[in-house]
C-alpha cells in the first residue's frame, strides 16, 4: 500500500470531519444562544462540567459524584426542551460524507469502504490510467474472429493469453513469473489486455504506473537534464506494477535510450519487481534495436511470459 496516497487521504479526512464537528457545534451555539430557557441550562451544565474537572483533580470521589448526578439531570432537561422545541439530535448532530466511520476512514481497526474507493481513485490518478472502460469483464471474444493460426484459430488464441493475463492479475503479487510480454501488430488487442491488468490490480490496491515508452524516455531525459525532476524518474522504480506500452516508438538516442531503458529494467529485475511490456516489434527486431543486454532480459523465460497476438486487426470487428 502506497502510504504517501493513503497518509494525504487521511490528512484530508481528518480535516473533513473537523469541519463538520466545527458546523455542528456552531449550529447548535447558534440555537442554545438564540433561546433564553435553553441558554441558562446550557451554560449551568458547563459550569457542573468545570466543578467536575475540579473535584476530579482534587481526589475528591463525592463531590464528583454528586456533580455527575446534576450534570445528568441538566442533560435529561435539556434534551426534553429541545424536543419541546423541535430540536432534535439529528439536526445539530455533525453531518459526515459517510455516516458509516464518522469520516474517519476506520470502522473497528478495518479500512471503511468510502476510504477504499478513495484510494483506489488516487492510485488510478496517480498510474496514467485513463478510464477506458477496458476490462476482463468487458472482454468479448465474440468480435474476434475464427482466422485459422497453425492448429487453432485467432479467437481461441486471443482467448487464451487473456486466460494466462487474467490468471496474473488475480494473483498479483503472488504470480509465476513476475512480467509479461506482449508481442503483437496494431490492433489486435495488446493495450486492451494491459488496461485489463492494471485495473484488477489497482482494485486490488497496488500502485501501478501506465506509460508508453516514448513518454517514459521523454521524462528519463527530462529527470537527466533537470534534478529537480528526479521524482518523475523514482515512480518507475517504485511502482508496484509498472507498465510500459508501445516499446519500440520511442525516440532511439544511441548510447542513451538504451542506457535509460536497461536502468529501469535492470534495477526491477534485480529487485523482483513487476512489469508489463507491449510492442509491435518481434523478437529479433527487438533484439536488433536494443541489444544483448536487454533482450535477455526482456524474453527470460523464468521470469517473463512471452505472449503473442496473431491475427486480424479487431478495431473494426466491434
Given at each position: ?47 457542573l ?84 472502460g ?47 510480454l ?66 519500440g516508438?520511442e ?21 523482483n ?5 507491449s ?38 470487428q466491434?
Amino acid at each position: 500500500m502506497n502510504r504517501d496516497i493513503l497518509n494525504a487521504l487521511l490528512v484530508e479526512y481528518r480535516l473533513k470531519r473537523e469541519a463538520a464537528i466545527k458546523d455542528a457545534e456552531k449550529m447548535r451555539s447558534d440555537l442554545i444562544v438564540s433561546d433564553d430557557e435553553l441558554f441558562k441550562l446550557c451554560d449551568a451544565q458547563t459550569e457542573l462540567f468545570f466543578a467536575h474537572g475540579f473535584a476530579q483533580l482534587n481526589g475528591n470521589a463525592p463531590e464528583q459524584a454528586r456533580l455527575e448526578s446534576e450534570i445528568d439531570a441538566l442533560e435529561n432537561k435539556i434534551n426534553a426542551l429541545q424536543k419541546e422545541k423541535n430540536i432534535y439530535p439529528d439536526a445539530i448532530a455533525p453531518h459526515f460524507d459517510c455516516d458509516a466511520c464518522g469520516d474517519t476512514g476506520y470502522i473497528n481497526g478495518q479500512m471503511c469502504s468510502c476510504l477504499k474507493q478513495k484510494y483506489i481513485e488516487a492510485l488510478i490518478e496517480r498510474s496514467g490510467m485513463k478510464d477506458t472502460g477496458e476490462s476482463f469483464e468487458t472482454f468479448n471474444e465474440q468480435i474476434i474472429p475464427k482466422t485459422p493460426i497453425g492448429k487453432t484459430n485467432q479467437r481461441q488464441h486471443t482467448v487464451k493469453i487473456k486466460n494466462v493475463c487474467k490468471k496474473y492479475a488475480e494473483s498479483f503479487p503472488n504470480t509465476e513469473k513476475r512480467n509479461i510480454l506482449l508481442i503483437g501488430k496494431t490492433g489486435l488487442g495488446k493495450s486492451f489486455l494491459l488496461n485489463s491488468v492494471a485495473k484488477e490490480v489497482l482494485n486490488n490496491r497496488y500502485t501501478v504506473l501506465k506509460t508508453t515508452a516514448y513518454n517514459m524516455v521523454d521524462r528519463l531525459l527530462a529527470s537527466f537534464k533537470n534534478q529537480a525532476k528526479t521524482n518523475d524518474k523514482e515512480q518507475f522504480f517504485t511502482a508496484d506494477l509498472l507498465i510500459i506500452d508501445d516499446l519500440g516508438s520511442e525516440p532511439f538516442i544511441k548510447n542513451v535510450t538504451v542506457e535509460h531503458l536497461f536502468s529501469i529494467i535492470n534495477e526491477r529485475t534485480a529487485n523482483n519487481m513487476h512489469t508489463l511490456y507491449s510492442t509491435n516489434l518481434g523478437l529479433n527486431e527487438l533484439q536488433e534495436r536494443y541489444g544483448d543486454r536487454i533482450f535477455s532480459r526482456l524474453t527470460d523465460q523464468k521470469s517473463t511470459y512471452i505472449l503473442e497476438l496473431r491475427g486480424q486487426d479487431l478495431r473494426h470487428q466491434a
